[in-house]
């Protein structure tokens, strides 16, 4: 029997959010073996083949050990099901996905803005999200009238989505109010049994980077 995945990476969300929510959607358990010095990276680094491209998130999972965040992402969405029935709906699947992925960069960059910065780089989430993002997605839901994005079943999408709520949500709640569909959608995955234990406390869902976690990513990343 093959163990469980296991994830490495520092204690937080970075990179490697999207893959613990989609593991948990998946109802996948994870171990996470998490960095905690630049010793640590430079571990993983030197270990024949751990890390192709010197760089985390690294999940090992069926034998191999994969990096980048998107190839991850694939092979766990392919693996449980989570990518569409046939060729054309995984278009559409890494079509929003990728939409999902360029706004929760601007997102993942925040907590590095420098304070000058951030009140500009925050009104450009807010209209990003507004004006071009969660129309585009509302309006997927609104055009086929079906409970997902794609093929009226649950895909990676739908959890890349539903994430991203929580983060605009976190930023400022009231950006999801011209939303009805998508928060109908939020409730839909967030009541699904293995989404609904991962959002409780004591999961292995990450809370929003602090002070403390940043200068730690510091540390080990040295940036």
Not at 34 to 55: T, V, W, Y
Not at 127 to 132: C, F, L, V
Not at 177 to 199: C, D, E, G, M, Q
Request: positive net charge; proline residues 6%; aromatic residues 8%.
């Amino acid at each position: 029997m093959a163990g469980k995945p296991k994830l490495h990476y520092f204690n937080a969300r970075g990179r490697m959010e999207s893959i613990r929510w989609l593991l948990a959607a998946a109802g996948v358990e994870f171990e996470e073996q998490f960095l905690a010095s630049p010793e640590d990276l430079e571990k993983l680094r030197n270990e024949d083949g751990s890390l192709m491209f010197q760089q985390v998130p690294m999940v090992e999972i069926d034998g191999m050990k994969l990096a980048q965040t998107r190839a991850i992402l694939n092979y766990i969405a392919a693996k449980y099901n989570l990518y569409g029935k046939d060729i054309k709906e995984r278009a559409l699947i890494d079509m929003y996905s990728e939409g999902m992925a360029d706004l929760n960069e601007m997102i993942l960059h925040l907590p590095l803005c420098p304070p000058d910065q951030k009140d500009a780089k925050m009104t450009q989430i807010r209209e990003k999200t507004t004006n071009r993002y969660f129309p585009a997605f509302e309006k997927v839901l609104k055009s086929h009238g079906q409970h997902y994005l794609v093929g009226n079943r649950l895909s990676r999408a739908d959890i890349h989505l539903v994430e991203l709520i929580y983060y605009i949500e976190e930023i400022d709640p009231s950006l999801m109010a011209n939303f009805p569909l998508l928060k109908a959608l939020k409730t839909r995955i967030s009541n699904l049994p293995p989404v609904k234990k991962f959002l409780q406390p004591g999961s292995q869902r990450k809370p929003p980077i602090d002070a403390k976690a940043l200068e730690e990513a510091r540390k080990i990343f040295k940036f």
